[in-house]
Each structure stands twice: as structure tokens, then as C-alpha cells.
């Protein structure tokens, strides 16, 4: 099993870059980023889980108001969601489609990938100024949520944003390494 279903037993061709290469040095310091990031984002994980317990308990047993809990574990999930992109897409880990990796050849795949990448890219970096936009009208105008507790909506921006943004950074890194790795050969 691979980590998109069934390996037919083709693997895919990813050209990584020279090592000691500025772009290896980078990637490093991405690598011990995402990994950085992605301990924050666990603590996030189980305290949005602590918070929504604790609403589901206050309630049944004290028929306490929960105004404030929903909410902060949902900023709390759309962070951890977000600010993880660029971790999981350094371990190639979103969705792929790799139905063609069996039919192609090795060249064929590193172009297949280098297409997808350079795609995503673009997607991505639309997707992060528009994150962008979004934090700098919340900011400028005051945005909260229409809840009780009314927390300002830049936090849950300000986290889309950066994600988007280092998701679109480890695809640059991505291809650059790809490209980098081509040269040596």
C-alpha cells in the first residue's frame, strides 16, 4: 500500500537537488520549519479536542452557555489545517492522481510531476494573495465573527495566509530542486 492506495509497484520519479546546493540548503531549513510547525499544529489538534469536550461535557452536566468553545476549535482546526500544507506537501502527501505513473516512462513522470507542480503553483499562489486581501480587509475593517464572542476574524486569516503561503513556497522549493537536480545530470 502506498499512500494514496494501492502501489502497483511503480514509484514515482522525484529529481531532488544537488546536495550542498543553496536550494539543499533551503530545503533543509523549510524541512525543519514544516517540522516545527507541524508540533504546533498537533498541540492545536488536541486542544481544539479538549475545548469541544469540555463544551459537549459543561453542557449535558451544568447546562452551561457555550458561546466562545465552537469557535475557538474552529480557528483552531482552520490553523492547524493550514499552517500543515506545506509539511505534508514536502512528504508528497495530498491527493495525487498517479494513475498514469505506471504508463509513463521515467522521463515521462518527471515531466508529469514537474506539470503538476508548476500547476499547483499557480493555484497556490492565487490562493495565498487572496488569503492576503481577505487578512488585510479584516484588519483594516475591524472583521469579527457574527458569534456572541465576536474574536476578530484576521486570526483565522493571518493563519490561512502564512499556510497558503509556505504550502506555496514548498512548491517552489519543489520545483527548484527539480530543476537543479535536471542540471547535475
Not at 114 to 138: N, P, R
Request: proline share 2%.
Amino acid at each position: 500500500m502506498s499512500a494514496h492506495g494501492v502501489d502497483l509497484g511503480h514509484t514515482a520519479v522525484v529529481t531532488t537537488a544537488r546536495p550542498g546546493s543553496v536550494t539543499a540548503r533551503i530545503v533543509s531549513a523549510m524541512a525543519l520549519l514544516n517540522r516545527t510547525i507541524v508540533i504546533f499544529c498537533s498541540i492545536a489538534l488536541i486542544a481544539a479536542s479538549a475545548i469541544l469536550s469540555y463544551s459537549v461535557a459543561s453542557r449535558y452536566f451544568f447546562n452551561a452557555a457555550t458561546y466562545w468553545q465552537d469557535e475557538a476549535a474552529v480557528f483552531l482546526l482552520v490553523g492547524s489545517t493550514f499552517m500543515s500544507t506545506a509539511f505534508v506537501q514536502s512528504n508528497r502527501g495530498h491527493i495525487g492522481i498517479e494513475a498514469l505513473t505506471g504508463y509513463l516512462t521515467r522521463r515521462g513522470n518527471a515531466m508529469r510531476i514537474f506539470i503538476v507542480d508548476l500547476t499547483s503553483l499557480l493555484f497556490c499562489s492565487f490562493f495565498s494573495w487572496k488569503s492576503w486581501t481577505l487578512l488585510h480587509e479584516a484588519w483594516v475593517d475591524g472583521q469579527v465573527s457574527g458569534s456572541t464572542w465576536a474574536p476578530p476574524l484576521w486570526i483565522p486569516y493571518s493563519l490561512m495566509a502564512v499556510g497558503m503561503t509556505l504550502m506555496t513556497l514548498q512548491i517552489a522549493l519543489q520545483l527548484a530542486s527539480q530543476i537543479d537536480g535536471w542540471r547535475s545530470k
